[in-house]
Nanobody, 124 residues
Framework: QVHLVESGGGLVQAGGSLRLSCAAS????????MGWFRQAPGKEREFVAA????????YYADSVKGRFTISRDNTKNTVYLQMNSLKPEDTAVYYC?????????????????WGQGTQVTVSS
C-alpha cells in the first residue's frame, strides 16, 4: 500500500504557473505508475497526465499537452506536475494516483491509491 499527499495548489492568475507535488510513503515508490487527475465542480474526475515507473514514458490529456509536464524523482518518492500557461478552465481539485502494473491507463478506475487532492484556482 502507498499513502499519497499532494501539495502546491493555490490561486494564480491566467497565464501563470504552479508546480504540484505528490509525496508517497509506504511500499517502493518506483514500483508504481503515477498519474494526475482533476475534478472541477459539477464534473467528473478526469485524467491529466501519467508517468511510467522509471519516468521514461509520459502521457497527457489533449487539453494540457504542451502546457503541463509530469515528472518524478524516485529518490525522493515524489511525482510533480508543472503547470504553465494556466487557464481559468484548469481550475479544479488536483489528485495524484498510483497503480502497479506495466501499462499506463487514463481511467480513474484503473488506479488503486489516491491522495486527498489540492485546490488549483486560476483567475481570469
Amino acid at each position: 500500500q502507498v499513502h499519497l499527499v499532494e501539495s502546491g495548489g493555490g490561486l494564480v492568475q491566467a497565464g501563470g504557473s504552479l508546480r504540484l507535488s505528490c509525496a508517497a510513503s509506504g511500499r517502493t515508490f518506483s514500483g508504481y505508475i503515477m498519474g494526475w487527475f482533476r475534478q472541477a465542480p459539477g464534473k467528473e474526475r478526469e485524467f491529466v497526465a501519467a508517468i511510467s515507473r522509471n519516468g521514461g514514458n509520459t502521457y497527457y490529456a489533449d487539453s494540457v499537452k504542451g502546457r503541463f509536464t509530469i515528472s518524478r524523482d524516485n529518490t525522493k518518492n515524489t511525482v510533480y506536475l508543472q503547470m504553465n500557461s494556466l487557464k481559468p478552465e484548469d481550475t479544479a481539485v488536483y489528485y495524484c494516483a498510483a497503480r502497479t502494473g506495466l501499462f499506463i491507463p487514463t481511467k480513474t478506475a484503473s488506479y488503486d491509491y489516491w491522495g486527498q487532492g489540492t485546490q488549483v484556482t486560476v483567475s481570469s
